[in-house]
């Protein structure tokens, strides 16, 4: 039995609660077995296995029954005394006081805990990707290694709840709205025809009559002063107007308030031939 938890590999919390009484009566909780590492005479390496780990503890103690149940002997001398496997000499102690304290070299072992958890609960649920309790309880009844005593917590896990939290909903009806039939709400470039100047043009900024052009039906909302233009769709399945066909036009380039680009003529050097001397 040890109440240091360095002195553990292999580390196993225990899934029942299991008391020790000592030798003034009281009883003390074991919270994990594991294994101890030892160097004994000769250099001898010894492995104690089932180590009960009792942080109630004030030292370390070793049962002489539970050697003699592993099939060990344990030699009492009155100053020391030597632990036999069978007729081989494995470890040897001295008498301290009333006790016999074991020479032996000790392994460290060298773990990680988790300071900021609250409950054993806790450190499985954000291991398991924030499982719920009953899923929890479920995934331990039916594996092996998860090892929770208690399905209490003391505080909410924050992953939770900002998991949990609201988001503002999106917008069912678009913000923007027109006053009449085909009323532009945004300013990207389009290729229009004009019927007036029989051309086709690009605009950023387009004003649609609504008074009857090619299907185009009018409202009582447009001035007499708006330009009449009809949208062609850019593709080639819809059919051109017969005056066009008939007056092909070509696309008239965009303004550009850029400066014109400067014309630049090259000529080749005539050169005079160059006379062999021979």
Known sequence: MTPHREDLFDYKNLVTSIEVTIADGKKIRVVGTGSVRLTGIDGKRIR????????????RLLSVGKLAERGLNVEFERTSCIIWNKKQATASGKKVG????????????????YSDVDSNYDLWHARMGHLNKDALEKTQRVTTGISITNFKTKALCSGCLKGKQMVTQFPSHSQTKTSRVLELVHTDGYRVYNLDLNKVKISRSVKLDEREVNGIYSTSTMT?????????????????????????????????????????????DEHEPISSGR
């Open 224 to 268: 007499e002063n708006t330009e009449v233009i009809n949208v062609i769709k850019d593709i080639e399945e819809v059919a051109q107007p017969e005056n066009e066909k008939e007056h092909p036009v070509e696309d008239e380039p965009m303004e550009s308030t850029a400066d014109p680009f400067e014309v630049v003529e090259m000529q080749e």
């Open 48 to 59: 104690m296995l089932d180590v009960l780990h009792i942080p109630g503890l004030d030292r």
């Open 98 to 113: 009333k006790a016999y304290i074991l020479e032996c070299q000790q392994e460290t072992a060298h773990y990680v805990e």
